[in-house]
């Protein structure tokens, strides 16, 4: 359909990006379309921080909770559909709201990322063993050895990241760091606002510690516990931050109090991780997580042609 317009609006984990999204989308009649590669799974919705009701019924929301926890979901993949639905929305005559915190999908969406060859089954599954036999620690360090500056980016616990770049790595000759550089000659021709949502860390972190108090409040551990009678904790789903360390609760390997502090750690380093991922984005225009006024401002200044 040619040419259109988007807006992306990203952050670290816990900058408000869902809140300034139906600022956004109520301004300029706006739709979101999730790029958040934990908010995908169906089942969890308070673990992964995934807007609430209230907040959906706000404006659309697209590919929010729509996935089984124990599907993968590659970034290539999920670029394809993510910019169907921003094709649809801008049909519609209305504004797509990319809104997210996975850098790799971004990245993906809007172009950054070459496909990748589909990874043969026997490949895949001798990553698995691998990770089965060798352990997370001993598989980062594998990756490490292999796509360093991948590897840099990511937490050695992350199964799902892991060891698909090493089947990558493995059925393509190439790092997975070098199809990221390569870019997409396909991409769809948009024209993009970048907008992001940033605070120091040390001003994040007790926001972080309150989040992880109303999630548990709010029914995270339920959420784990009622998925691990239907799957194993492992599964994709299961192992973004809080996952693993609920499992690990409801196992009897931690009280509450080290499950809160590890989940606040863990969610700390990933913070730190987005931060340095999204720094190095060109074009980003930054703000303040709760300045909605210089934030809707700058759009407005963008669609009106006056550059942001």
Same mark, same amino acid.
């Given at each position: 359909?040619g040419?259109?317009?988007v807006?992306?609006?990203?952050?670290?984990? !816990?900058?408000g990006?869902?809140?300034?999204?139906?600022?956004l989308?109520?301004a300029?009649?706006?739709?979101?379309?999730?790029v958040?590669?934990?908010?995908? $799974?169906?089942?969890?919705?308070? +673990?992964?921080a995934?807007?609430?009701?209230?907040?959906?019924?706000?404006? @659309?929301?697209?590919? $929010?909770?729509?996935? /089984?926890?124990?599907?993968?979901?590659?970034? !290539?993949? $999920?670029?394809?559909?993510?910019?169907?639905?921003?094709?649809?929305?801008?049909g519609?005559?209305?504004l797509?709201?990319?809104?997210g915190?996975?850098g790799? $999908?971004?990245? %993906?969406?809007? !172009?950054?990322?070459?496909?990748?060859?589909?990874?043969?089954?026997?490949?895949?599954?001798?990553?698995? %063993?691998?990770?089965?036999?060798?352990?997370?620690?001993?598989m980062?360090?594998?990756?490490?050895?292999?796509? @360093?500056?991948?590897?840099?980016r990511?937490a @050695?616990?992350?199964?799902?990241?892991?060891?698909?770049?090493?089947?990558?790595?493995?059925?393509?000759?190439?790092?997975?760091?070098?199809?990221?550089?390569?870019g997409? @000659?396909?991409? /769809?021709?948009?024209?993009?606002?970048?907008?992001?949502?940033?605070?120091? +860390?040390?001003? +994040?972190?007790?926001?972080l !510690?309150?989040?992880i &108090?109303?999630?548990?409040?709010?029914?995270?551990?339920a959420e784990? &516990?009622?998925?691990?009678?239907?799957?194993?904790?492992?599964v994709p789903?299961?192992?973004g931050?809080?996952?693993?360390e609920?499992?690990?609760?409801l196992?009897?390997v931690?009280?509450?109090?080290?499950?809160?502090?590890?989940?606040?750690?863990?969610t700390r380093?990933?913070?730190?991780r987005?931060?340095?991922?999204?720094?190095?984005?060109?074009?980003?225009a930054?703000?303040?997580?709760?300045?909605?006024?210089?934030?809707l401002?700058?759009?407005?200044?963008?669609i009106a042609?006056?550059?942001?």
């Amino acid at each position: 359909m040619g040419t259109f317009q988007v807006v992306c609006l990203l952050g670290a984990t !816990g900058t408000g990006k869902t809140a300034a999204a139906i600022a956004l989308a109520a301004a300029f009649g706006g739709e979101v379309v999730n790029v958040d590669s934990r908010q995908v $799974y169906a089942g969890v919705p308070v +673990l992964t921080a995934q807007p609430t009701a209230a907040e959906m019924a706000a404006c @659309p929301h697209h590919l $929010y909770g729509d996935t /089984p926890l124990d599907v993968a979901v590659a970034a !290539g993949d $999920y670029a394809v559909r993510a910019r169907a639905a921003a094709a649809a929305i801008a049909g519609r005559g209305r504004l797509p709201l990319f809104v997210g915190g996975t850098g790799l $999908y971004f990245r %993906a969406i809007l !172009g950054g990322l070459a496909p990748i060859p589909p990874v043969p089954a026997d490949v895949r599954a001798t990553v698995l %063993a691998d990770w089965e036999r060798l352990g997370p620690g001993a598989m980062h360090a594998k990756l490490a050895a292999a796509d @360093p500056d991948y590897a840099a980016r990511i937490a @050695p616990a992350d199964r799902q990241r892991v060891t698909r770049a090493l089947e990558v790595a493995l059925a393509t000759g190439r790092a997975f760091s070098d199809w990221h550089r390569q870019g997409d @000659p396909d991409a /769809p021709d948009y024209d993009v606002v970048r907008l992001g949502l940033s605070l120091s +860390l040390d001003e +994040l972190i007790p926001r972080l !510690g309150r989040r992880i &108090e109303s999630m548990i409040a709010a029914g995270a551990v339920a959420e784990v &516990e009622q998925a691990l009678v239907r799957y194993p904790a492992d599964v994709p789903g299961l192992t973004g931050i809080g996952g693993p360390e609920i499992a690990a609760y409801l196992a009897g390997v931690r009280n509450l109090k080290e499950t809160r502090e590890a989940w606040l750690s863990n969610t700390r380093a990933y913070a730190k991780r987005q931060m340095t991922w999204f720094r190095k984005e060109p074009g980003v225009a930054w703000f303040a997580p709760d300045d909605h006024g210089a934030l809707l401002a700058a759009v407005a200044r963008r669609i009106a042609g006056q550059g942001a």
